[in-house]
């Protein structure tokens, strides 16, 4: 089950067994909820069920201007909807400590074009003093291409160790993607930050659907991805269906009968039958979950060079992914004897992990706003800033007044920020030859002439 599963159960299970609800109730009497305005109506409905709507001991930390999540359920609206189911009051705290006051004031210019904030909601005040030289730079380009190299040339004259302080930041990953790849070919290290939950390379789908089988047997959805990555890897189509069927006559588990099906057919390749007898031998019959996974490796090594059945694109991310198995089994290892941990348990931690490599040292992070959220970066570059890019091109559309638009004028306010020292903001006449006009946000913050 995926956490939206999980949430709708437990609000299902809560709302048709209030006895239930009510002993959550008796054993945590406090509840506090940081960063609500993201919460979506599933998350809504399950507090509501934790706490009483007579005498809530309920604490809620939020900001309406930083929704950004509303493709998730968010809504700016909800916190109105919280204050008066529960009478809460309302204790505001409007000093940042994190950013310039040039920064603020234009925080608080861009995100007063939006009508649907807190009614009396007291501008931002800055906690730092200000500094003899503006801490903001606005520059605008001929085309992306320049507006790409001068950000290398700025990245430049920093030392080394100031270049993980920085961060570029863009509405969309493909404008990351292009500028990240510049900077490489100017000697620069970037690195693309993006939250992965899941493998991304057959090798490691396929490992990983096999382990979580063998620790759920009947679970289908396992079934499905562990076939498709072996498919990838060995050229060989195993219906589902046929799985199940033949898993439900026979009485075994999913695994079992998958390897029986894949054993009755005479093309598996020589090279992959040691890693299935591996797969019945250590995995099923002996539950030695760690001489399966060892011998997964070999035949991963054996295979990663072969031409033949394999797609073209089944090792793509595998030299990253082996290094962060590695790094994952060793942070679980750090923490339990992972030799007495049982499978079920090792599953769990894993899960529980992002299947990401950590940022090089010295490198530049690139990421989405959204992925931006919740931190801050001493030098903070803004790319972009056009019509079509930050507001989107499904906002502009939708018109000034629309829930997207606020929705992107809230974004554009989360990215600047995050800034602790500098902020600099970039945009070009033409983006992938098209031409672009300045965004409406650079207008709002009176740092371009929106004539």
Known sequence: MDFGTLLALAVDLLEKRPAIAKQIGRVYSY??????QDTNRAQFRLLAQLV?????????VAD?????????GASPARL???RERYGMRVLQLPENYRCPPAVIELANSLIRHNADRTPNKQPLTAHKSGAADSPITVMQFDDFEAEQRWLAEQLSTLSRAALPHCAVLARRRKLLEDTARTLSEKSIPAYIAIRKGEFQSAPYRWLHATLRLANAPQDREQLRRMTRAFFQLEGLSIEVDDVVARALIEQNGFLRAWLDAVGARDAVEDVTRPVLAAEREALLDR???WGFVAAAHEWFEAIKDRSGRQSDEAFDDFDDEKEIWKSL???????????ELSLHSFLQELDLRAKE????KSAVRCLTIAASKGMEFRHVFLIGLVEDELPSYHARRKGDDSDEMREERRNCFVAITRAEETLTLTFSDRY????KRVSRFLTEMGLVDGS
Do not use: M, R
């Open 287 to 289: 539950l030695d979950y």
């Open 64 to 72: 309406d201007d930083q929704v950004i999540y509303q493709w998730n």
């Open 52 to 60: 009483a709507d007579t005498q809530p001991n309920l604490f809620v």
């Open 31 to 36: 509840v506090c909820v940081d960063e609500f």
């Open 80 to 82: 109105s909807e919280l």
């Open 432 to 435: 992938l030859g098209y031409p």
């Open 329 to 339: 089994k060793a942070e679980i290892g750090g923490q339990h004897n992972i030799a």
């Open 357 to 360: 490599k950590p940022p090089p």
